[in-house]
């Protein structure tokens, strides 16, 4: 029996659990050095007391109540949910087992091994609330993450993402559609090697030129048409816009944007075909009778004075009728919108020489001295040449119209770096002050030529809406009885900035 | 056949003009052949070898412009000179035909008959 209880002491003194042992009133008997150095009291301090003194009043009462019917029934009780207090007040969790200890079939002593699991449960706190922020933050960015998705989605245009190097990273629905891939097997390769571009007559557009290579070259919005050149289909004409991304002032990556524009394109081309063949077709009885009232006054020597007349008015009448009819035709393919999605190179200088051979018979009946100076590179590109045609032939059909026999008329050409400037100027018989804010509008005709010059008053009309579809100005400047000077200024595409940037690069 | 009297083609397919526009040129002077169509006309070409081509472009199978292309790949069509002359003024038009070779592009209605005589003459002389 003392060698059993020596055994048994020594063991309680060496083992890193804190016991404590109490009687049955409950006394406690003995608390052993791992028990000391856990909650700070010594055996001389404790013996004899209730253990009550350990209590904290934050261990749930039913714990209490479940250990009382276990130890009365003379069960052993396990539990994690024991909070006690220390000599020095702070609180400590344990995972504490109570078992009875028998002596002659009765219960003698209660022994209490306790183990300190104070950070044990302060970690799994810890970690249970970094699992909620966890989840929270999944749950966001999930949220997130469908929103741009179905952002994404929604958009009707195809939106491809690529990185600095152009690998793409991302790709809606719409895109899939239009090229026909896939996402998965798209996804990091070079957006340049998935696809190719053409302009419209079927021609590859380079690396260097297309719209991306100025969004993560120069760090600007690029967008025009393009043809996308599909193996055994038709090639798809896309307006494609390229937007870079820039990040703490560098450019990452792009976002480029895929409109199918078959639909308009298809539009464009059948009112393109309808004025085609309307100018045609209108023109034509036009010349008839131009040209038979010029035989029949080639030789009109057998006719009476008042015949010649009529002749006159029905010849002078069919060319106003011819002028009518060239304005109403641009009007029409103004207001049609005919000049949208044109991109072509252009060179103003030709279209000016033909313009002036359409005038070259009024210059001469006038005796009017025609100067024309252009630099030595007028080419612009994505301009349409038609609209460049309309704006000249009417400038200076006004110019010849208003300027007195013997009189001057000039065209200057010029460029610079992102615009092409025209400038018609006569010595013609001006526009009153108060008339040069109203004579691009519809039908307004200014005071000083309603009646002694014909026209529809379309002219400049026309003329002021396909600068503003261009995206250009036109000014005016005149002195009445002196002469007028319009201006125009038209933006030159990025194209023309865009080789010269790549031209920079390979210098 | 007097050697000084230049032989121009006609090709247009409106009547009313044809006869108009062969009409002034024989008052003027010239020797004339008419074509109504692209495949008339290059035929015509080719065996009378004339001086100068006056060339619509809206003709009824094969237009102006697809005549033209073909009359070029021709050893003595390479170098006739030709006038485009037209109610179309399209610069698209105009720029095409310019790129494959013609000497100027008229339009019908903005011109006078005898204007286009001068212009021929200047070519020829």
Redesign the interface.
Known sequence: MNIEVFDYLRVLKIIPEAVIITDTNPHIVYINPAFEKLTGYKLSEVKGKNPRILKSGKTPMRVYRALYRALTTGKSFTTKEVINRRKDGSLYQIDASYVPIYKEGKPVLYMQIQHDITDHKKAETELAKRAAQLAALNRSLQEEFVKEKALLESIGDGVIAMDKEGKIIALNKKTEAIFGWKTKDVLGKSLFKEFQLADEQGKIIPKDLRPIQLALTSAQVGHGIYFLVKKGAEKTPLFITSAPVVLDGAVVGAVNIYRDVSQQVATDRAKDEFL??A??TL??P???V???I??LN?DSIGYSAEQKKSLNRIYDQTQRM?RL??DLLDATRMEFGVLSYKY?E?NPR??AS?VI??L??RIKDKKIKFTLVAGKDTKAYQTY??A??MILHNLLSNAVKFTPVNGTVGLRISKTEKELILRVSDSGVGIPKLAQTKIFQKMYRAQNVKDKFEGSGLGLYITSGIINHMGGKITVKSIPRQGTTFTVMLPLALQIIQSKQAENIHI | MNKLVKKVLLIED?S??LE??S??FK?SGFEVSCAQSAEAGIKLALQNHPDLILLDL?LPKMDGLTMLKKLRKDEWGKRVPVIIL???????K??EA?KIGVY????????????VVKEVREVLS
């Open positions: 085609y063949f100018s045609h023109r034509t036009l010349s008839a131009a040209w038979s010029e035989r080639e011819i009819t060239n072509e252009t030709i279209i033909n051979t359409d070259k018979g040449s038609n460049i045609y | 409106e009313v003009l108009l526009l009409g002034k008052d809206i037209s109610n179309l003024n399209d610069q698209r105009v720029s310019m100027d592009f008229l339009v019908k209605s903005n011109v006078k008959l005898s204007d």
